[in-house]
Nanobody, 122 residues
């Protein structure tokens, strides 16, 4: 089992950058595929990015390709999401998740963090 805690959210102007972190507890972090998801007010949760346990394979939603970068440091039990060129439509609560496969499909993930708010103003 793994517990996840997100941090790094905040308020930023359009065009700015943020880096989210997802700290995991437990000794098996490196065996999990990881993903980032987000949920905007009044909308369903959607996928953002995913990464294999090794970090070699990465996947991105079309809406963030070229702007967001997912990465992980297994020695620190931490995953990151670097967000550049932020837009107001990126405003959402961002969640990290752990599962068996690196996928953008929400149902494939077993463990979830509590979320961190990102607000982008125009």
């Amino acid at each position: 089992q793994v517990q996840l805690v997100e941090s790094g959210g905040g308020s930023v102007q359009a065009g700015g950058s943020l880096r989210l972190s997802c700290a995991a507890s437990g000794r098996t972090f490196s065996s999990y595929a990881m993903g980032w998801f987000r949920q905007a007010p009044g909308k369903e949760r959607e996928s953002v990015a995913a990464m294999s346990w090794s970090g070699v394979s990465t996947y991105y939603a079309d809406s963030v390709k070229g702007r967001f970068t997912i990465s992980r440091d297994n020695a620190k039990n931490t995953m990151y999401l670097r967000m550049n060129s932020l837009k107001p439509e990126d405003t959402a609560v961002y969640y990290c998740a752990a599962g068996s496969w690196p996928t953008l499909i929400e149902l494939e993930y077993d463990y979830w963090g509590q979320g961190t708010q990102v607000t982008v103003s125009s």
